[in-house]
């Protein structure tokens, strides 16, 4: 018994010890819950700079949850619907999920700083007829646009077609090109609602009627699904990527790029860091911009944001972490190492240096960057629109239909404008 | 005297001797426990009766079964009731059969094209054709493997082991390993290719899409219905078999008037498994084909998973409904198996 008092004796006094003086510093940490998905090298960059942040705040931990995107866009929606969200992530379904968003303006030092640097895309966050609230910052404005592979060109003696070349001049080359070196991707579209409208747009879609309210299928959408339709039939588009899945999956043609099997693949800004690091000196690209219609050559824009949550038990915590993150240095430096188009006004005015980014990556961004000026305002609002993404997957999911031999564009046509509509009203249902 | 209880002594001899002992002590805490137990029961039994103490028996598993099988059945009938994107159902307005009339309202039911919500019907119909091909190959290649592995064949252990292996695989895996065999630059267009032939795109053409998705879920399930197949045929009598060599029977009379008939009962067992397996396939047509190209090979189940979790709207009304008409397939065919188990056993 003698041997065993002055271990417990020593254990209670550790005891003490640890409530006494580990215990309040320990219950003063606050812990953070980021989930963020990564196309590129962007997961690094923000543990980096969470690092940074807590080593000179020492009261705030953030747990960086990196998930796949599917998960942002699946899985997210239903924790925050329960109540059960992180209380930030790097969201692209910025307007859908603008109801759980948290108006930071009250907790922010200077909100005047956020409206001055990211005011336009402030709107895509927040709720219908709010046009005030401060729920995030951009992570990075997207704009699409093509990759070509230009080894492939040369290889085949074609010219690539020059500045406002139109989607017929592209189509025609692309498929010469591929018909001479073999390939079997002339011309990949990301099976995607989102780049089928830096088509439609083009194409002079307008998306809304004169009262505002959506209307889809018009003639410039028209022209742009028949085009579509026609480039399957014709082989300048495989049936892999639009025809192979079924509904609105995604699907993009990034490994086929990579490997050299696709001529011309219309993607967009995000992919840059990516192509750099796998392809490296395997061929030669470049992007181009969008290419031109009746409509103008606009890009879509498009972008993620990192949001915070209303369901947050820290607000003033989560501010703090989106103030530092948000600040001018701080997100230069995140643009700069992850190869993104600036979704900060101030920063996209000055430029922002690439210094790790490939020769290709750094001409492609230049390339983004100046088309991110010449969006057109349908571009802006059918982005900016809170049910856009119903209207997406509906043209994508019954477009696929009809590429597939499954349905004429006829009745594609009918379903989109039925899908948006039930659609919209099934979430207006209170 | 040693103070080694005699339970706990090692005893020297046998190793299985030494193992059992060690098993006893192991054991020693739950019988222990146990017997705490003792007092509480006996004086249950004395005030509810013998009879009614297997209802306490039965208790815990009734718990888990209300909480983890009829309570989400009942959500979800309340879910397929009411209408909106909220998640909590005392958020969700009551519609009533809205969305049971919305997935009904079709011009022909054989036509999916005429109907208002055409997905559904598109995996109904590809649900039905899947299952039609799908149980006819199940029963017929397990039978034919059934049949082969009981005859004593040289390394029939191994062969047994091998039909038997993918059942343990995931699913998704198996999924993933015949995407990554079948796509354009996969193992089987390189063989083709090798041997002068031109690459077939299987994904892009819904009958080759429908014909692999088949394929698959056979391959990967074949060795559970070989197994019930098999304990059908090892408990068919030996001397059956013996009467009708002595009598210098044709092999194909033996398997048509002995085996099948004696089989019969262990068929419409497997049948009916494959028919409810099959009804509700999704994980691995889903990661195969994604459902396409288009939807032919969109399922049922995929349906609702799409329209619950993975569309824009995530309209779980819809997607309860499609649920209960699903589920009340499900019941009429595990009725069916409930009804050939009863004759097996008369």
Redesign the interface.
């Known amino acids: 018994m003698r041997a065993v008092t002055p271990i417990i004796t020593s254990f209670a006094l550790s005891l003490i010890a640890a409530i006494a003086f580990g215990g309040p510093a320990a219950a003063e940490t606050t812990t953070l819950r980021m989930a963020w998905y990564s196309d590129g090298n962007e997961g690094e960059v923000m543990a980096d700079l969470l690092k940074r942040f807590n080593e000179q705040n020492k009261d705030i931990e953030i747990v960086l949850d990196q998930v796949p995107y599917k998960a942002i866009?699946?899985n997210l929606?239903?924790q925050l619907?329960?109540g059960q969200g992180p209380d930030m992530a790097r969201i692209v379904?910025m307007g859908?999920l603008s109801r759980y968003a948290l108006d930071m303006r009250p907790l922010l030092k200077d909100p005047g700083y956020w409206e001055t640097n990211f005011g336009p895309f402030l709107e895509w966050m927040r709720t219908a007829g709010d046009t005030k609230a401060i729920p995030g910052f951009m992570t990075q404005l997207t704009v699409t646009g093509a990759f070509v592979n230009k080894t492939l060109f040369e290889q085949a003696g074609i010219a690539m077609p020059g500045e406002k070349a139109s989607w017929e001049d592209w189509a025609k080359a692309v498929k010469e090109v591929a018909g001479k070196v073999q390939a079997?991707f002339p011309l990949a579209l990301d099976r995607s609602g989102h780049r089928f409208y830096a088509l439609a747009v083009s194409q002079g879609t307008q998306l809304f009627s004169a009262n505002g309210e959506p209307d889809v299928v018009d003639e410039g959408f028209k022209r742009a699904a028949q085009l579509v339709y026609d480039w399957h039939k014709s082989g300048i588009m495989?049936?892999?990527l639009w025809?192979?899945?079924?509904?609105?999956?995604y699907r993009g043609a990034n490994d086929e790029f990579k490997n050299a099997q696709v001529v011309m693949y219309l993607s967009g800004s995000w992919q840059t860091s990516q192509f750099a690091k796998t392809i490296g000196n395997a061929f030669d690209w470049v992007a181009v911009p969008n290419p031109c219609g009746p409509g103008g050559c606009s890009s879509m824009p498009g972008g993620a944001g990192l949001v915070a949550f209303k369901t947050t038990q820290h607000p003033k915590e989560v501010a703090r972490v989106m103030e530092y993150l948000a600040s001018e240095p701080v997100l230069a430096e995140f643009y700069s190492r992850s190869l993104f188009v600036p979704g900060h006004l101030g920063l996209a005015k000055k430029g922002i240096d690439y210094p790790t980014a490939s020769p290709e990556a750094a001409v492609a961004l230049k390339t983004f960057t100046a088309s991110a000026a010449g969006i057109s305002p349908i571009a802006y609002r059918a982005q900016g629109y809170g049910n856009s993404?119903?209207i997406f997957?509906a043209a994508i999911s019954r477009l696929?239909?009809a590429?597939?031999?499954?349905?004429t564009l006829e009745?594609a046509y009918k379903?989109i404008t039925?899908d948006v509509a039930q659609?919209?009203a099934?979430?207006n249902?209170? | 005297m040693s103070d080694i209880s005699p339970v706990a002594r090692p005893e020297r001899g046998t190793d299985t001797g030494a193992l059992a002992r060690l098993g006893q002590v192991a054991v020693l805490p739950v019988g222990a426990a146990l017997r705490l137990l003792d007092p509480p029961m006996q004086w249950l039994q004395r005030v509810i009766g013998a009879r009614r103490m297997a209802y306490v028996f039965l208790l815990p598993n009734f718990v888990f079964f209300g909480l983890f099988v009829f309570l989400p059945i009942g959500i979800n009938v309340v879910f397929s009731v009411t209408g909106g994107t909220a998640l909590f159902p005392s958020q969700r307005p009551y519609v009533g059969g809205e969305q049971f009339a919305y997935l009904f309202d079709c011009g022909s039911y054989l036509d999916p094209s005429t109907c208002r919500e055409d997905h559904f019907w598109r995996g109904v119909a590809n649900t039905a054709k899947f299952v039609v091909f799908q149980v006819t190959a199940m029963v017929l290649f397990s039978l034919i493997t059934a049949l082969v592995l009981n005859m004593k064949i040289r390394g029939r252990g191994f062969f047994r082991a091998v039909y038997f292996f993918p059942v343990l695989l995931s699913p998704v895996v198996v999924a993933l390993i015949w995407k990554w065999i079948l796509q354009r630059d996969g193992l089987l267009n390189a063989a083709i290719t090798t041997l002068g032939g031109q690459k077939i795109l299987f994904f892009v053409d819904p009958s080759w899409a429908m014909f692999w998705a088949v394929f698959v879920s056979v391959w990967a399930h074949m060795g559970f219905y070989t197994l019930i197949l098999l304990a059908g045929l090892q408990a068919i009598p030996a001397d059956l078999y013996e009467a009708a060599e002595m009598d210098a029977t044709p092999r194909w009379r033996v398997l048509i008037r002995i085996t099948l008939p004696l089989l019969w009962p262990n068929m419409i067992v497997v049948i009916v498994l494959a028919l409810i397996k099959g009804a509700q396939t999704f994980d691995e047509v889903f990661v195969l084909t994604g459902g396409g190209p288009g939807t032919a090979t969109l399922m049922v189940v995929q349906y609702i998973y799409e329209t619950a979790f993975s569309s824009q709207v995530q309209n779980f009304g819809l997607a309860a409904a499609a649920s209960v008409v699903l589920g009340v397939v499900l019941f009429v065919l595990t009725l069916l198996q409930f009804a050939a188990a009863r004759r097996k056993e008369v």
């Open positions: 866009n699946e929606p239903m619907a329960s379904d859908g079997p495989s049936k892999e025809g192979s899945v079924s509904g609105t999956a993404r119903i997957n696929g239909q590429v597939s031999g499954e349905t009745d379903r039925a659609q919209i099934e979430r249902k209170k």
